[in-house]
């Protein structure tokens, strides 16, 4: 994962100039410039659930807290009013191993990568004018056309990392209504193998009333059982939401 350094924006509870600062979470001592803090191990490994760190406390929070980062697996999110969060927090990539391979990155260490860690200083820290908010945004209705009744917006087709690590595209050719409840939601997709994509598969998903989980690899509605499957689809009017 490329290193992000990051900014909260926020109040201030102490002045650069003091020499032991207290950090918002109330009785911490906020790390000194350059010094790096090393945290117990944190359990991010939930499929659905995500979990929220300070750097302020420099552990885990509640949601409702002042959170700097949300973690789940090998996604990383920053606090914003987007995320609910009360903060906004900005970051900027360094893009420090933008030219590895994928091997070398699959073989990166806490240990090997540590001297490149170490090396982050001032220098390195770009002009405020640099950071920003996360570049992507969720968008689970991106799939339709809203406005009267919605339509597949069928223009519209994502490359997602399967549950099993391989790569697959799919979109929303059709959507079907009776009312205003959702009768059958049809997906097309294409698994990758290597640097191909394979032959067109239709799925036609009827939700019934009820959230649908959909395994790309097996090309089936699943009941969902921890990383069996790759979309969801919620037919609640008030949502019609695809999400991964």
Same mark, same amino acid.
């Given at each position: 994962?490329?290193?992000?350094?990051?900014?909260?924006?926020?109040? +201030?509870?102490?002045? /650069?100039?003091?020499?032991?600062?207290?950090?918002?979470?109330?009785?911490?001592?906020?790390?000194?410039?350059?010094?790096?803090?090393?945290?117990?191990?944190?359990?991010?490994? !939930?499929?659905?659930?995500?979990? $929220?760190?300070? #750097?302020?406390?420099?552990?885990?929070?509640? @949601? =409702?807290?002042?959170?700097?980062?949300?973690?789940?697996?090998? /996604?990383? %999110?920053?606090?914003?009013?987007?995320?609910?969060? !009360?903060?906004?927090?900005?970051? $900027?990539?360094?893009?420090?191993?933008?030219?590895?391979?994928?091997?070398?990155?699959?073989?990166? =260490?806490?240990? !090997?990568?540590?001297?490149?860690?170490?090396?982050? @200083?001032?220098? &390195?820290?770009?002009?405020? !004018? +640099?950071?920003? =908010?996360?570049?992507?945004?969720?968008?689970?209705?991106?799939?339709?056309? +809203?406005?009267?009744?919605?339509?597949?917006?069928?223009?519209?087709?994502?490359?997602?990392?399967?549950?099993?690590?391989q790569f697959g595209v799919f979109r929303t050719a059709r959507? %079907? #209504?009776?009312?205003?409840?959702?009768?059958?939601? $049809? +997906?097309?997709?294409?698994?990758? =193998?290597?640097?191909?994509?394979?032959?067109?598969?239709?799925?036609?998903?009827?939700?019934?009333? &009820?959230?649908?989980?959909?395994?790309?690899?097996?090309?089936?509605?699943?009941?969902?059982?921890?990383?069996?499957?790759?979309? &969801?689809?919620?037919?609640?009017? @008030? &949502?019609?939401?695809?999400?991964?």
């Open positions: 994962m490329p290193v992000l350094v990051v900014a909260a924006l926020g109040p +201030l509870a102490a002045c /650069e100039s003091e020499a032991d600062p207290t950090g918002p979470g109330g009785g911490v001592r906020e790390p000194a410039l350059n010094e790096i803090v090393t945290t117990p191990p944190l359990n991010a490994s !939930s499929n659905d659930t995500l979990v $929220y760190f300070s #750097f302020s406390n420099g552990t885990l929070v509640p @949601r =409702t807290g002042a959170w700097d980062l949300a973690l789940r697996r090998f /996604e990383v %999110r920053l606090a914003s009013p987007a995320t609910g969060a !009360s903060q906004t927090v900005l970051g $900027y990539a360094v893009a420090n191993h933008a030219t590895a391979s994928n091997a070398e990155v699959l073989a990166f =260490t806490s240990a !090997s990568t540590r001297a490149a860690f170490d090396a982050l @200083r001032d220098p &390195q820290v770009p002009a405020d !004018s +640099l950071f920003a =908010t996360d570049r992507l945004a969720a968008n689970p209705q991106g799939h339709i056309v +809203l406005g009267g009744v919605p339509v597949a917006n069928a223009g519209q087709f994502w490359k997602v990392r399967l549950a099993n690590g959507i %079907r #209504f009776t009312g205003f409840v959702t009768d059958t939601i $049809y +997906l097309e997709t294409r698994l990758q =193998t290597g640097t191909a994509l394979g032959a067109v598969q239709t799925l036609a998903v009827v939700p019934g009333g &009820q959230a649908r989980a959909i395994s790309l690899t097996t090309h089936n509605v699943v009941m969902p059982n921890g990383c069996n499957w790759d979309l &969801q689809f919620n037919p609640d009017p @008030r &949502q019609l939401a695809i999400t991964v």
